[in-house]
């Protein structure tokens, strides 16, 4: 890491709300370019979407994360932040379906082999199908469904990403936008799992990237160190303290309102880069126009309960992933963190952490561990993962109560509705995956931090953002779709 510039103590300050991994990378930029910066997070620790927990030696995620980018830059940052603690994994997936494993990334032979002959031909002729209608008029793609079933055919939407991705959303694949498979999925169609079984390469595809990074001590171990930058080049992280409000005069924000263990305090800035929800952080700024309040109410999160279970004995399985696509089965991934790095568990032991899509507070985010645990121990039973509950040292819940922003078929109007709201205060930059409403991954989140963190520094007065840089801060920095 370079030493940042020596900073005058009237250098602007910026305050960062959030401490994920778009806050904490802003704060290291911002000071970097000789701004003071401070990040404040309600969590008792950094990392958001991306901390890791740990009890009695095992350590989880909130849901197994990888380290994945195509940016030279995110790249030599996160490698010179974890210097000899980086591990590089090869990944192993695959879906638990009708009492069968298909490899994930899926593989055309591997398909036909678990669906039969006759299961398999109809497979390909429901592709064939969507081919040759796309060749009489081009096929246009609104929704989820519409986006699967043009690229995979009707049958492989129906096995697997149609029930799949209606258990995660809570909602049916006709009510989510095509976004979402465009940024979640990125394998293009049966066409690519085809030429994969011909070992053709597909470079850049996120989905076929069968290598990863990984810290030793679990993905939040890059935001770790990235407090111990901030920390040495002078910026502070308060963790526990939670913004509940902003404070403008003349159309500039001039300070944060916060509560924590301090009680409430008012913190002057110079401007603000915040990653908390875009519709929390649009009504801090005042109330809201009538249309614009609809459209921040329709901005909503998916929510994940995550089962972490604590077990003696090996493995369990020799994959890091498995999806449960089918609707009958509460958890939608069973992940184990032992293949992910041998420190996530205390030796002769494992993990399981299972991801339970829901909705914050309602009757599978509220019930007890207790219950949880014996309807997942039920539901592992009948998947064929036998002989848990002798081996159980311990479970417990970690909650995200903003898991997945949800791309209802408009969201993109409200969305920016809101964002051009939120643009009014000068000094205001909202970004990062809560802040930008959009679907990211870590990469691209860091990345996000980093031009928000340069763009207000260029900007001589931190004044708004002109158009375009708003555009690229909020169109550019997805690398990894
Ligand atoms: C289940 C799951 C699996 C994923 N797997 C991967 C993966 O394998 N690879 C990958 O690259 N990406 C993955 N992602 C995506 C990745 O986690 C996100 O892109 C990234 O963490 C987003 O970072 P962020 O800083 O924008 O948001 P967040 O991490 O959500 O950070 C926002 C922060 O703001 C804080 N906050 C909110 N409100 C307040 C408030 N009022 N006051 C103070 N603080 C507040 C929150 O506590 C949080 O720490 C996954 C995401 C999920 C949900």
Redesign the pocket.
């Known amino acids: 890491m370079t030493a940042p510039p020596a900073r005058p103590r009237n250098a602007p300050h910026v305050i960062v709300?959030?401490?994920?991994?778009?806050?904490?990378?802003a704060a290291m930029e911002l000071l970097r370019l000789g701004l003071r910066a401070t990040v404040?997070?309600?969590?008792p620790r950094?990392?958001?979407?991306?901390?890791t927990h740990e009890r009695d030696g095992w350590r989880f995620?909130?849901?197994?994360?990888?380290?994945?980018?195509q940016s030279r830059d995110i790249d030599a940052l996160v490698r010179g932040l974890l210097e000899g603690d980086l591990l590089e994994r090869r990944r192993s997936s695959v879906i638990l379906n009708g009492g069968r494993r298909f490899k994930y990334p899926l593989e055309l032979d591997d398909v036909v082999r678990n669906f039969g002959l006759v299961r398999g031909a109809r497979a390909l002729a429901s592709y064939g199908v969507e081919r040759l209608r796309s060749r009489l008029a081009p096929l246009r793609d609104r929704s989820f469904r519409d986006w699967v079933t043009h690229r995979f055919g009707g049958e492989l939407y129906g096995a697997f990403f149609g029930p799949y991705t209606g258990k995660l959303w809570g909602l049916a694949p006709e009510d989510i936008s095509a976004d979402w498979a465009a940024e979640r999925i990125s394998l293009p169609s049966l066409a690519d799992v085809a030429l994969r079984l011909l070992h053709v390469p597909r470079p850049g595809v996120r989905t076929y990237a069968r290598r990863?990074l990984y810290p030793r001590l679990g993905?939040g171990q890059i935001f770790e160190r990235s407090a111990q930058v901030i920390a040495a080049r002078g910026g502070s992280v308060r963790t526990g303290?939670?913004?509940?409000g902003l404070c403008a005069s003349a159309g500039q924000v001039r300070s944060v309102r916060?509560r924590g263990a301090r009680g409430e305090e008012e913190l002057a800035c110079d401007a603000v880069i915040s990653?908390?929800?875009l519709p929390?952080l649009a009504r801090m700024t005042g109330p809201l126009p009538a249309s614009v309040e609809r459209s921040a109410r329709r901005l909503r999160f998916r929510a994940?309960r995550?089962l972490n279970l604590q077990l003696d004995g090996p493995p369990v399985s020799p994959h890091t992933w498995m999806y449960v696509s089918e609707p009958g089965y509460v958890m939608s991934?069973i992940q184990e963190p032992l293949h992910r790095s041998p420190h996530m568990a205390p030796a002769g032991t494992t993990s399981l952490m299972l991801?339970i899509p829901c909705d914050a507070g309602d009757a599978l985010w509220s019930c007890s561990d207790g219950e949880l645990y014996e309807r997942c121990l039920r539901d592992l039973e009948r998947l064929g993962i036998h002989g848990l509950r002798t081996r159980t040292r311990g479970f417990f819940s970690t909650f995200?109560r903003?898991?997945?922003p949800i791309y209802h078929l408009d969201y993109v109007a409200d969305r920016d509705a809101v964002l051009a709201h939120v643009a009014r205060t000068q000094g205001l930059v909202s970004?990062?995956?809560?802040?930008?409403f959009r679907?990211?991954?870590?990469?691209?989140?860091?990345q996000?931090?980093l031009d928000a963190a340069r763009s207000l520094a260029a900007g001589r007065q931190l004044a708004p953002l002109p158009a375009h840089a708003t555009r690229a801060l909020y169109e550019g920095t997805v690398l990894?779709a």
């Open positions: 709300l959030g401490g994920g991994a778009c806050g904490m990378s404040i997070e309600r969590e950094v990392g958001g979407l991306c901390g995620d909130l849901g197994g994360h990888r380290f994945i980018t990863y993905i303290d939670e913004v509940i916060v990653t908390i929800s929390v994940i995550l991934r991801e995200v903003e898991g997945y970004c990062g995956r809560q802040g930008a679907y990211m991954f870590m990469d691209s989140a860091m996000m931090g990894t």
